[in-house]
Nanobody, 118 residues
Framework: QVQLVESGGGLVQPGGSLRLSCAAS????????MGWYRQAPGKQRELVAV???????EYVDSVKGRFTISRDNAKNAVYLQMNSLNPEDTAVYYC????????????WGQGTQVTVSS
């Protein structure tokens, strides 16, 4: 059973940066995609960024140029570097690991709060 533990969230001022980390309790097969979702108050959960086994990345338009997703397969970890944060980035951020084909093989972290405010 895969367990994901997130860290790095917190309160930052607009324009600030945070680096989110997500570590899996066990080995994550390389074939799995790894990503970050977020859910702001009153809004649907959205995909923020994803990185595939081949290293391809995708980002929601609102974070392009500001966020960078990366993975370290040796550490069974995925990261999200968030720069130039603005209040609209305020949300609970969730780590996600999933099989690219078998949707039932889909694991979530507990979520970490990111608040961007003065």
């Amino acid at each position: 059973q895969v367990q994901l533990v997130e860290s790095g969230g917190g309160l930052v001022q607009p324009g600030g940066s945070l680096r989110l980390s997500c570590a899996a309790s066990g080995s994550i097969p390389t074939i799995y995609a790894m990503g970050w979702y977020r859910q702001a108050p009153g809004k649907q959960r959205e995909l923020v960024a994803v990185i595939t086994s081949g290293g391809s990345t995708e980002y929601v338009d609102s974070v392009k140029g500001r966020f960078t997703i990366s993975r370290d397969n040796a550490k069974n970890a995925v990261y999200l570097q968030m720069n130039s944060l603005n209040p609209e980035d305020t949300a609970v951020y969730y780590c996600n690991v999933r099989h690219p084909v078998l949707g039932r093989l889909n694991y979530w972290g507990q979520g970490t709060q990111v608040t961007v405010s003065s």
